[in-house]
């Protein structure tokens, strides 16, 4: 988690990873004029702010490459596009339902319990919103009187989106409690009030007895346990950072939310998770995956693959992986890739009698593949946390992708061998001509991605733009396969899908900071201190490790979490940094859509019309050569570092 969104007109219960149909609850009586009015405020501002800052980055490349005059002042304008599109667009994408959550367990329950878990959860996006509001309004107060280097504007207007933001999420919580059973919501109200109380009453009592271990423990568990409950990651992470701010006795936290106002700690470390300019890369990739989508560039990479390869033992399945490895070098977002080749494929797999539920596992195992094809979110969220090159990252991964398609494809001609899976004619020369015609100018994207970063025509941000640009022309002037209203319905879409990723990265980088706190890292190294002594040893602990956490997180958190705890400590083993990170990112494609906790294994369920159960019986065999590709990556180093050595980046 993942990172990332469902095709247009989906919804998917449970699901984890965003959607760009709206689930959201009809509003409560005298709310729909508000209502309306935050959407009409909400959408306009985030489309300001997208298309505002792609303008300017892109304009950038132009001058510099043309005039040599480069904006030196564009740092500024894009920490403040990158707060708006987190907190405005994070608070839209969960007014829209589309935040990242897990419902598994909860799914399971007797009515009576899911409707108090469900007033639950609202509960506590108030009580966590509210808090980050007070430490917002903080925050602004405390950089009131500081200065940019570059604009000479306040600091302080960098923080109301984030005042912004959580203004309309406490609206929209209410919004959501007065839709739900009144006496649900007042009883569970009144017991968690009742609570808070007796825990405010009796703090210099209890706090006493709190250790770093217990404070530890406690963090985790606020995290983790309102996971289960259907509370979006997002907030869980904040929830565990509140929980440890208060039991860890942080003097400004004491007391209550009349003290959480007092301190700043908390909107500004989430503040700083997203205030690296490199992150504008995200949404630009996610809306070259909108374009790729709308505009026709997905289908008719596919229909080339299917040209080359639906004649060979395997089929549409092989056609399915080799289709994600090319189209996951044109979006960074691996459910995007997912919807693209999966909505297209899925009528022709029916067609041909192909069995669906293999199909989803297949369609899911290839996600994983392409988590390194660059470009790549996770690649991206990685570089930006740590001192790796996204450039680096983005050549090292193109090799060790391509062995774990491999193994994939391998898989898939035994099974061809026992199972249904009908070859398709070998397309005549004509159609495949014309088919192969019609996938060069898509073709050239990955190109002039890598090509741009490795040349240092530009930085991977700036590269980004070029995509989304490239898109554009592609679909909108020379396909004529892009109108004006699915644009603007995609830019929308993109906002909200990357506000939903950025404010999880905000949340995480809260997270980080209390786990660094809770000397979380220290016990880490001392957990994995038996196997610095073999590498072998702590590299499939890792391994397992990120596949968990990245299950139960979604992905990106764990990753933005755990990726500076670890490389540190491979580098100490003697691991490359560089080959260490790419096994992470494919360890964190695992647990993401690993069945039954992976969340985006239920986009791909929703995708291909699957049920979870039947398909995640058939991704057993799948999983298990996923873990021998990772396997062969982590003990193969060469497949990692020989194009960045080539290149001169692996250093």
């Not at 959407?39 to 505002?52: E, I, K, M, S, Y």
């Not at 510099?64 to 904006?71: A, D, M, N």
């Not at 570059?150 to 919580?173: H, N, Q, S």
């Not at 997905?298 to 040209?307: D, N, P």
């Amino acid at each position: 988690m993942d990172d990332s969104p469902h095709p247009p007109g989906l919804a998917v219960e449970g699901a984890a990873a965003p959607q760009t149909a709206s689930r959201r609850l009809e509003p409560a009586p005298g709310f729909r004029r508000l209502d309306l009015a935050i959407d009409g405020f909400l959408q306009p501002v985030l489309a300001v702010a997208l298309l505002g800052e792609l303008v300017l980055v892109f304009c950038n490349i132009l001058t510099r490459s043309l005039l040599g005059i480069s904006f030196q002042w564009a740092n500024e304008p894009a920490e403040l596009a990158l707060s708006i599109i987190a907190f405005l667009g994070g608070t839209f994408a969960y007014r829209r339902g589309e935040h990242a959550y897990i419902r598994v367990l909860l799914r399971v329950l007797p009515g009576g319990l899911q409707r108090i878990c469900h007033a639950l959860s609202e509960l506590i996006v108030l009580v966590t919103s509210l808090a980050v509001g007070l430490s917002a309004i903080a925050l602004f107060q405390s950089r009131w009187d500081v200065v940019t280097a570059t604009l000479g504007i306040r600091a302080c207007w960098y923080v109301l989106p984030v005042i912004a933001g959580m203004l309309v999420l406490i609206v929209t919580a209410i919004e959501r409690l007065l839709v739900q059973d009144k006496l649900t919501v007042s009883v569970t109200g009144g017991v968690l009030i009742a609570g808070l109380l007796v825990l405010g009453a009796t703090h210099d009592t209890w706090q006493a007895w709190i250790t770093a271990d217990a404070a530890l423990t406690l963090t985790l568990s606020l995290f983790l346990l309102p996971l289960l409950i259907g509370l979006p990651v997002g907030f869980a992470l904040l929830l565990g950072t509140l929980g440890h701010l208060v039991a860890g006795g942080t003097s400004e936290f004491v007391g209550g939310l009349a003290a959480w106002g007092r301190s700043s700690i908390l909107s500004q470390t989430m503040m700083a998770g997203v205030g690296n300019f490199v992150l504008l890369a995200l949404p630009f990739f996610v809306f070259a995956a909108v374009i790729m989508n709308e505009g026709g560039i997905s289908l008719r990479l596919v229909r080339f693959v299917q040209t080359l390869a639906g004649h060979v033992r395997g089929g549409l399945f092989q056609v399915m992986v080799i289709s994600m490895y090319l189209v996951s070098g044109l979006s960074g977002s691996k459910v995007a890739d997912v919807a693209a080749v999966g909505s297209v494929m899925r009528d022709m797999l029916r067609k041909e009698g192909y069995d669906l539920e293999q199909a989803t596992a297949v369609l899911a195992a290839s996600a994983v593949m392409g988590e390194t094809v660059p470009p790549s979110i996770p690649m991206l969220v990685l570089g930006s946390v740590t001192t790796l090159s996204i450039g680096s990252l983005f050549i090292a991964g193109v090799i060790p992708a391509a062995v774990v398609g491999l193994c994939l494809m391998v898989l898939i001609y035994f099974q061809s061998r026992r199972g249904h899976m009908r070859r398709l004619p070998r397309a005549p020369f004509v159609q495949m001509a014309k088919a192969s015609l019609g996938a060069v100018l898509p073709l050239l994207m990955p190109v002039i991605l890598l090509g741009g970063i490795t040349t240092g025509v530009g930085t991977p941000t700036e590269v980004s733009s070029f995509a989304v640009v490239y898109g554009l022309v592609v679909a909108g002037l020379l396909y004529q396969e892009l109108g004006l209203r699915p644009l603007l319905k995609g830019v929308i879409d993109c906002a909200a899908i990357s506000g939903m990723i950025l404010f999880i990265l905000a949340a995480a980088s809260s997270f980080a900071w209390t786990l660094t706190m809770a000397l979380f890292p220290q016990k880490l190294v001392e957990l994995l201190t038996s196997a610095h002594q073999r590498e072998w040893v702590f590299m499939v602990a890792s391994i397992v490790l990120l596949i968990v956490t990245g299950s139960i997180l979604e992905g990106l958190p764990a990753l933005l979490i755990l990726a500076p705890i670890l490389l540190p400590i491979a580098a100490q083993v003697g691991v490359s940094q560089l080959h260490y990170g790419i096994v992470l990112v494919i360890a964190m494609g695992i647990g993401a859509f690993a069945p039954p906790v992976g969340a985006c294994f239920y986009v791909t369920c929703a995708i291909c019309g699957t049920t979870l159960e039947r398909s995640a019986r058939a991704m057993i065999p799948y999983l298990i050569v996923l873990f021998v590709g990772i396997l062969l990556v982590a003990f193969v180093p060469w497949f990692t570092l020989y194009l960045p050595t080539k290149f001169h980046l692996a250093g």
